[in-house]
């Protein structure tokens, strides 16, 4: 048995959880925290769920998996970033590299539309947005999705600029059990940052929003979201997103450095086979009704 399937055990015994309850809060099968336990590798994706889970320190989980890099990083969701006037001004203020670092290449100056609209969306969102901070209390990266109007999401699809007419009124709170139609607006890596440990932390925090959001009866129909750049595009398809057609406003630079226009994904969660974002999550896939 390795070190830290030992472990893995010990902390569950002193938990007084069964295999299967510290499967679903991890999102695997029962099998395979036996498996771990009697000593079968375990996949570095999981190391953050199981670090925050069971309460490992990185000093702790260092020691276990025989790292010299300590997880630098914390996910900290946009209703815990409110400022004391209630507004998220002070993060919002730390997003400056975004238009640094995606500049945008369309014709119209205000194809987004203005700053004040897009903070009220921001906080309107506040359930549904996370930022990843580095131990220095920098922003390596953020995500945020948000309920919009069948609507709004079928002008989307089609490669409408809905960004330039989206206003806070516009947006769907999560509010009450339903099925709901979501924007996916914003997911932005800091280049600095650009490594798979942030990324393991927004793809996780996004499936642990969806996952609470499905346990209170709150539940996506689909999604879809712009992808302005070549690394996004590869991102989304490799979690089940397909392309629905080019945007007509928006553009962005590829890989060879000419101005193509950005592309619109989607991805349908009431399919018949289980979507590919929840291959790794049980609990979520058990929800969403699919085996």
Excluded at 11 to 16: D, T
Aim: aromatic fraction near 14%; hydrophobic fraction near 35%; proline fraction near 3%.
């Amino acid at each position: 048995m390795s070190e830290l399937g030992k472990e893995i055990e010990r902390r569950r015994h002193v938990k007084g959880w069964s295999q299967e309850f510290l499967a679903n809060e991890l999102g695997v099968s029962t099998r395979t925290i036996s498996r771990w336990e009697k000593g079968d590798p375990i996949s570095k994706f999981y190391i953050v769920p199981i670090k925050r889970v069971l309460n490992f320190s990185d000093y702790e989980i260092m020691k276990y998996i025989g790292s010299k890099t300590p997880d630098l990083y914390d996910e900290i969701c946009f209703n815990e970033l409110f400022d004391k006037d209630g507004t998220l001004k002070t993060f919002i203020s730390k997003l400056d590299y975004v238009e640094k670092e995606n500049p945008s290449f369309g014709d119209d100056i205000n194809e987004y539309g203005d700053d004040e609209k897009w903070r009220g969306i921001f906080e309107m969102s506040s359930d549904t947005g996370c930022a990843i901070f580095s131990k220095e209390k920098e922003v390596a990266g953020y995500w945020f999705f948000a309920g919009i109007s069948e609507q709004k999401y079928e002008l989307g699809i089609r490669g409408e600029n809905i960004n330039k007419t989206l206003i806070p009124m516009d947006i769907e709170p999560f509010s009450l059990p339903g099925k709901y139609d979501v924007y996916f607006v914003d997911l932005f890596i800091k280049r600095k940052f650009d490594n798979s440990s942030v990324k393991i932390h927004i793809y996780n925090s996004i499936l642990d929003i969806i996952e609470e959001m499905a346990i209170n009866g709150i539940f996506i129909k689909r999604i879809f979201g712009n992808m302005s750049s070549e690394k996004m595009i590869k991102l989304a398809r490799n979690i089940g997103f397909l392309e629905k057609c080019d945007h007509k406003v928006h553009k962005m630079q590829n890989n060879q450095g000419i101005i193509v226009p950005t592309k619109v994904y989607e991805i349908n969660l009431e399919s018949n086979e289980k979507p590919r974002l929840f291959e790794r999550r049980e609990k979520l896939s058990y929800l969403y009704g699919y085996k």
